[in-house]
C-alpha cells in the first residue's frame, strides 16, 4: 500500500487529505477480491487513475483560482495591467538582446564541429601585426609540413565583372583552395565542389554559386550545373551550388572559384595576401596546435631570415574572428537589458510587497475561515503565474518584433545569418524568466503574509524603500551609459575624416584582368570616362584611386626603403589619376599634385601624406626627397606632401600613405593595385548623376559593370550606424528604465500616504501647513533619489571604465553625462511624487480621524 | 439554483445519486451499489469516485453524515454519504431527461422491436 500512498501524491494536497484514505481502502479491498493476473490489473488500473486523477484534480483547482484571479484582476486593472506591462518590458528587453547575443556570441558557427575551425595568421607583432595575411609560400609550407590539422585551405576575396546574362554585374566571391569545403565540412546542395585538379594553373575555370545568387540569377534551376558563365571575361563553368545557410567567409560572398599559384607567387615571403583556415585534428587540443605552428614558424624564420626574421603563426579559433567593437558593443547592451530586467524584478517585487500588505486583512479572514495555508498560498502562485504569462507572453511577442531592428548589431564579417532565428532558446529564456518573475515575487511576499505572522509594516516599508533606490541607481547608470555613448558618438561624427564629404560619389568599376592588365588600356579607359564625366553639368572634379577611404578594401602595407634610415618603414600604397585631391578636397600642404605629364617615360613621382614626411623627415618639407618601395627599385621622387586623411574608419589614425600616378605603374605588376574606385566631386546632388555616369562607362567599355555606389555622406554615416542602433537600443532601455522607477517610487509613496492617512490627518488637525505635509512626501523621495542617484553614479563610473574602448576619448566622469542623469533623477522624483503629495494634501482631517 | 442548470449529469454522479437514494452508503458500498445495478458493466475507478463525490458534494448533491448507519462494520476511514432534497431533485430531472428521450425514441420506432 505504500506504492499507492507514493501515488497519491500526484493528487493535489487538499483532496489527498480529504479522501485519500478511503481510496486507499477501496484499493485494499480490490486488490482482496481479485485473483490471480487480476491483482496485477487492479494495479495497473489504479496507476492510470491516479495519473488521470490527479491531472483533472489540479486542473479544477487551477480553473477555480484563475477564475478568482481574473475576477480580482479585473476589479484592480491597474495593479494587473503594471504588473504585466513590467513583466512584459522586463521579458522583451532581456530575450531580444540575449538572442542577438546568442547568436553572435555563443552559438556555434554554422559548420560541423566549429569549434576545430581556425584561422592562421602571420604573427608580425614586432612589426606592429598581430594578425597579418600569409604569403603563399608560408601557406604552402604550413599545409605541408604541419600534422595537427586534417585540412588547412587558403582562400581570398575576389570580385568579378559578370557579363553575357542581361544586365553586366559586379559579384562578390572568394577564390579558394580546393580544400576550403572538406576543411569547413559543408557539402553542396547540388553538384560537387573543386577538386585538387582545379587548383593547377591552367585548369579550366569552374565556379560554385551560393545559394541567394543560384536564386536570383537563375530563378533556382537546378539545370544551372554545367553551365557557362564569363567572369571578367574567363568561361567558367558552374560545377555546384551550396545550402543556404553556407556564407563564407562572409555574407556578401555569392560564388567560389578555384585559387591557383604561379611559380612566381610563391617566390617572395613579404606578399601577404592570403586569409588561411584550418580544421584541427578532434584528438589535437589547441595548445598543441599553436605549439606546433610555433616551432613551424620558428623554422621558416630560421631558414628564411631576411624576410621572416620577426614573423610566427598565430592560430585563432574561428569563433574568436570577431571584431573588438562588435564584441563590446553587444556586451554592453547584455549589461544595460540585465538592468532594465534588474529593474523590472525590483518593481514587480515592490508592487507584491505592498499588495500582500494591503491584504492581509483579506488573507487573515480566509485563514481563519478555514483555508489551508498551503491552499491559499497556491492561489497567489496561481496570480502571480497568470499575471507573469500574459506579461510573458507579450515580452515575447515585443522582443520577436524588436530583434530585426537590432540586426545592425550582428557583424557582416561573420558567416551567421544576418537576423537571429527565434527558436526554443529564445522562447525557454522567456519561460525561465517568466516563471522565477512569478515565483520569486508572488510567493514569497504571498508566503511571509499567509503566515500569519504580521509582518511590521516598518520592515516592508524598508525593504521596499531600497527597492526603489536600486531602481534609480540602476536607471542612473543607463542613463549615464546612454549619455557617454552619445557624446562618443557625437565627437566620433564630429571628426575631420581629411576629405570633403559634401556632394561627393564615389563608384567602383573593378577592372577585369588579363583584359586591362597593361596600364594603357586602363588609362585610356580612366581618360575616356573621367574626360566625359568632367564635362556633365554640375561636375567639379573627378578622378580614379585604387582604394578610396572608408572602403573595405584597405590595400596593403608596403615597405619603404628610404635612404640613410635604418630598418624597413611601412606605408600605404595607392595609385591615382591627376586630379584626385581636387575631387576630394584634400588639400596639398606643399608642392603639387600628380599631373597629366608624369608619364611612362618621366621622373616617378609621389605625392605622401604628412604624417609619411614627418616620419621620415622630421622638420622638413619632404619635397625633392626621394624614397623607393619593396616592389621597386627606382626610387621615386616627391612632388607634393598631402593632408592625412583617415582611410580606416573615423575612429583610427591611419599609417602614412604613399600615392603613385597610375600612369607610371607598370605592366602586368601588382594589378590589384590598379584604379578602380571613381570620386565625383559635384555642385549638386551627386545621386542625380548617376544616370549620366552609368551611360558613360556604358559607352567605354558596355559589359563593364558599376558597383559600391555611395555617396561619401553615406559612408560617413555607415561608420556610426552600429553604433546609432546601439544608442537608440541603450536609451530605450534607459527610458524604460526611467519610467519603471518613477512608477516604483509612485508606488511606494502612494501606498505610505494611504497608511499614513490618519497621521496626516492628524497632523493637519494640530496645525501642520499644506508645505509641511507636502514636505512630507517630498522629502521621502528626495532622500531616495538622492541615495539612488549617489550609488547610481558611482556604479555609472565604474560601467564607464569598462566601456572605455568604445568612448572615443570621452571620460568616464563626463560631467555632461552625470549632470544629465541627476537631473533626470529630480524630474523623475518629483513626477514619481506629485500624485501621492497631492493626495495627502487632499486628506481631510475629519473624515480620516473618524475612521479611527 | 435550478437543478436543470447542472443537466446532463456526468454519468457517474448520476449513478452514484442512484446509489444513494435509498440509504446511506460509504464510497465502497457506492462502487458495489453500482456495479450489481450495471451487471458489472459500469465500474468505477476510485479517483472517479472521490473526484464525483468531492464535486458532488460542492454543488450540494450529497452531503457526507454524522450517523453511522451499520457501526458494527464500521471503521474509522469510511465516511458515509446522504443525497440532500436539491440532490433528490436534480436527479428527478435528469431522470425526467431521459424519460423524455426514451418517449422520443419510441415515438420514432426505436423500441418497437424490443416489445
Given at each position: 500500500m505504500w506504492f499507492y500512498q507514493l501515488l497519491l501524491w500526484m493528487c493535489p494536497r487538499s483532496f489527498r487529505d480529504e479522501y485519500g484514505r478511503e481510496m486507499e481502502g477501496v484499493q485494499a479491498r480490490r486488490w482482496r477480491a481479485a485473483k490471480g493476473l487480476g491483482k496485477v490489473f487492479v494495479w495497473l488500473e489504479a496507476v492510470s487513475d491516479l495519473v488521470l486523477t490527479g491531472l483533472a484534480a489540479h486542473a479544477d483547482i487551477f480553473h477555480k483560482d484563475a477564475r478568482y484571479v481574473l475576477r480580482t484582476a479585473w476589479r484592480r486593472p491597474g495593479f494587473s495591467l503594471t504588473v504585466i506591462g513590467v513583466t512584459a518590458l522586463g521579458i522583451a528587453a532581456a530575450t531580444a538582446v540575449f538572442s542577438v547575443a546568442d547568436h553572435v556570441l555563443v552559438r556555434a558557427l554554422?559548420?560541423?564541429?566549429?569549434?576545430q575551425l581556425v584561422k592562421l595568421w602571420e604573427d608580425q607583432t614586432a612589426l606592429g601585426f598581430a594578425r597579418n595575411q600569409v604569403s603563399p609560400a608560408n601557406f604552402r609550407d604550413w599545409q605541408a609540413t604541419?600534422?595537427?590539422?586534417?585540412s588547412m585551405a587558403a582562400y581570398r576575396g575576389l570580385s568579378v565583372n559578370l557579363a553575357g546574362m542581361g544586365e553586366p554585374e559586379r559579384v562578390e566571391g572568394a577564390s579558394a583552395s580546393a580544400s576550403l569545403f572538406a576543411a569547413l565540412g559543408v557539402a553542396p546542395l547540388l553538384g560537387r565542389t573543386m577538386t585538387?585538379?582545379?587548383?593547377?594553373?591552367?585548369a579550366p575555370g569552374t565556379v560554385v554559386l551560393s545559394y541567394s545568387f543560384w536564386q536570383r540569377?537563375?530563378?533556382?534551376?537546378?539545370?544551372?550545373?554545367g553551365q557557362r558563365l564569363l567572369f571578367d571575361g574567363q568561361p567558367h563553368v558552374v560545377i555546384g551550388v551550396m545550402p543556404e545557410y553556407f556564407s563564407f567567409p562572409?555574407?556578401?560572398?555569392?560564388i567560389w572559384t578555384a585559387m591557383r599559384f604561379d611559380?612566381?607567387?610563391?617566390?617572395?615571403?613579404?606578399?601577404n595576401y592570403l586569409e588561411v583556415i584550418a580544421r584541427r585534428k578532434p584528438d589535437v587540443s589547441l595548445a598543441r596546435a599553436r605549439e606546433e605552428m610555433r616551432a613551424i614558424g620558428l623554422r621558416l624564420a630560421a631558414e628564411h631570415p631576411r624576410e621572416l626574421a620577426k614573423v610566427n603563426v598565430a592560430v585563432i579559433e574561428l569563433?574568436?574572428?570577431?571584431?573588438l567593437t562588435a564584441k563590446r558593443l553587444l556586451v554592453i547592451l547584455i549589461g544595460a537589458a540585465l538592468f532594465v530586467l534588474l529593474i523590472a524584478m525590483t518593481n514587480l517585487a515592490s508592487l507584491f510587497l505592498a499588495r500582500s500588505v494591503a491584504r492581509r486583512a483579506e488573507f487573515a479572514v480566509r485563514l481563519a475561515l478555514g483555508a489551508g495555508q498551503p491552499r491559499l498560498m497556491r492561489q497567489l502562485l496561481t496570480e502571480s503565474l497568470l499575471l507573469a504569462v500574459l506579461g510573458g507572453i507579450l515580452g515575447t511577442a515585443l522582443s520577436l518584433a524588436g530583434v530585426p531592428l537590432l540586426?545592425?548589431?550582428?557583424?557582416?564579417?561573420?558567416?551567421?545569418?544576418?537576423t537571429p532565428q527565434a527558436d526554443w532558446r529564445l522562447l525557454l529564456f522567456a519561460v525561465l524568466a517568466t516563471t522565477l518573475t512569478a515565483a520569486g515575487f508572488g510567493v514569497i511576499p504571498a508566503w511571509r503574509a499567509t503566515?500569519?505572522?504580521?509582518?511590521e509594516r516598518t520592515r516592508i516599508g524598508k525593504l521596499r524603500g531600497g527597492l526603489v533606490v536600486a531602481q534609480v541607481a540602476a536607471s542612473i547608470v543607463l542613463v549615464c551609459a546612454t549619455g557617454l555613448l552619445m557624446r562618443a558618438m557625437w565627437k566620433l561624427e564630429g571628426?575631420?575624416?581629411?576629405?570633403r564629404t559634401a556632394n561627393t560619389l564615389t563608384f567602383r568599376t573593378s577592372l577585369p584582368m588579363p583584359k586591362y592588365e597593361t596600364t594603357g588600356r586602363r588609362e585610356d579607359f580612366y581618360q575616356r570616362v573621367l574626360g566625359e564625366v568632367r564635362q556633365l553639368?554640375?561636375?567639379r572634379a573627378a578622378a580614379v584611386i585604387s582604394f578610396r577611404p572608408?572602403?573595405?578594401?584597405?590595400g596593403g602595407m608596403w615597405q619603404t626603403i628610404v635612404p640613410g634610415r635604418e630598418g624597413p618603414g611601412f606605408a600605404g600604397a595607392r595609385f591615382v589619376t591627376p586630379g584626385y585631391f581636387a575631387a576630394m578636397g584634400i588639400p596639398l600642404r606643399h608642392g603639387r599634385d600628380i599631373a597629366?605629364?608624369?608619364?611612362?617615360?618621366?621622373q616617378p613621382v609621389a605625392i605622401v601624406s604628412e604624417s609619411f614626411v614627418q616620419a621620415n623627415?622630421?622638420?622638413?618639407?619632404?619635397?625633392?626627397r626621394t624614397f623607393a618601395h619593396q616592389f621597386r627599385s627606382p626610387p621615386y621622387t616627391i612632388v607634393g606632401v598631402a593632408r592625412d586623411v583617415r582611410f580606416r574608419g573615423l575612429g583610427r589614425v591611419s599609417e602614412p600613405q604613399m600615392y603613385f600616378a597610375h600612369a607610371q605603374m607598370p605592366d602586368r605588376?601588382?594589378?590589384?593595385?590598379?584604379?578602380k574606385d571613381f570620386m565625383v566631386s559635384a555642385s549638386?546632388?551627386?545621386?542625380?548623376?548617376l544616370p549620366a555616369i552609368r551611360r558613360i562607362v556604358a559607352q567605354a567599355d558596355p559589359v563593364q559593370p558599376l558597383s559600391d555606389i555611395q555617396t561619401l555622406t553615406g559612408l560617413v554615416e555607415d561608420e556610426t550606424a552600429a553604433r546609432r542602433t546601439q544608442i537608440w537600443v541603450i536609451g530605450l532601455f534607459a527610458l524604460v528604465a526611467f519610467l519603471l522607477a518613477a512608477v516604483g517610487i509612485h508606488g511606494l509613496l502612494s501606498f505610505a500616504v494611504a497608511q499614513r492617512t490618519q497621521e496626516i490627518g492628524l497632523r493637519r488637525a494640530l496645525g501642520a501647513q499644506a508645505r509641511q505635509v507636502a514636505g512630507l512626501v517630498f522629502g521621502e523621495a528626495l532622500t531616495l533619489s538622492l541615495l539612488g542617484s549617489v550609488a547610481g553614479i558611482a556604479a555609472a563610473y565604474a560601467v564607464g571604465k569598462t566601456m572605455e574602448g568604445l568612448?572615443?576619448?570621452?571620460?568616464?566622469?563626463?560631467p555632461w553625462a552625470m549632470g544629465a542623469a541627476a537631473g533626470l533623477a529630480v524630474l523623475m522624483t518629483v513626477a514619481g511624487s506629485l500624485r501621492p503629495a497631492l493626495r495627502a494634501l487632499g486628506v481631510d482631517p475629519a473624515v480620516a480621524l473618524r475612521s479611527n | 439554483m435550478e437543478p436543470e442548470s447542472l443537466l446532463p449529469l456526468p454519468n457517474a454522479t448520476f449513478h452514484i445519486l442512484l446509489a444513494v437514494a435509498d440509504e446511506d452508503r460509504h464510497g465502497y458500498a457506492i462502487l458495489g451499489d453500482i456495479e450489481t445495478r450495471t451487471n458489472g458493466q459500469l465500474r468505477l475507478s476510485a479517483g472517479t469516485l472521490y473526484r464525483s463525490i468531492q464535486r458532488m458534494v460542492e454543488q450540494g448533491l450529497i452531503v457526507e453524515t454524522e450517523?453511522?448507519?451499520?457501526?458494527?462494520?464500521?471503521?474509522?476511514?469510511r465516511r458515509y454519504y446522504r443525497i440532500t432534497p436539491f440532490g433528490r431533485r436534480v436527479a428527478k430531472a435528469e431522470s425526467l431527461r431521459f424519460a423524455s428521450l426514451v418517449d422520443q425514441a419510441r415515438a420514432l420506432g426505436f423500441l418497437t422491436g424490443r416489445k
Open positions: 554554422p559548420f560541423p564541429e566549429s569549434a604541419s600534422a595537427s590539422f586534417t585538387a585538379d582545379e587548383d593547377r594553373p591552367g540569377r537563375f530563378g533556382g534551376d537546378p539545370a544551372v550545373v562572409s555574407r556578401k560572398t555569392q611559380a612566381e607567387d610563391f617566390a617572395d615571403r613579404q606578399n569563433r574568436d574572428e570577431l571584431s540586426s545592425r548589431l550582428v557583424p557582416t564579417g561573420l558567416p551567421i545569418a544576418a503566515r500569519g505572522a504580521l509582518t571628426v575631420d575624416p581629411g576629405f553639368p554640375g561636375v572608408l572602403g573595405d578594401f584597405r597629366a605629364s608624369d608619364g611612362p617615360a618621366s623627415w622630421p622638420g622638413e618639407s619632404g619635397l625633392g605588376a601588382f594589378v590589384w593595385f590598379a584604379p549638386v546632388d551627386p545621386l542625380t548623376l568612448l572615443f576619448g570621452v571620460s568616464p566622469a563626463d | 450517523e453511522r448507519p451499520d457501526p458494527e462494520f464500521d471503521d474509522e476511514r
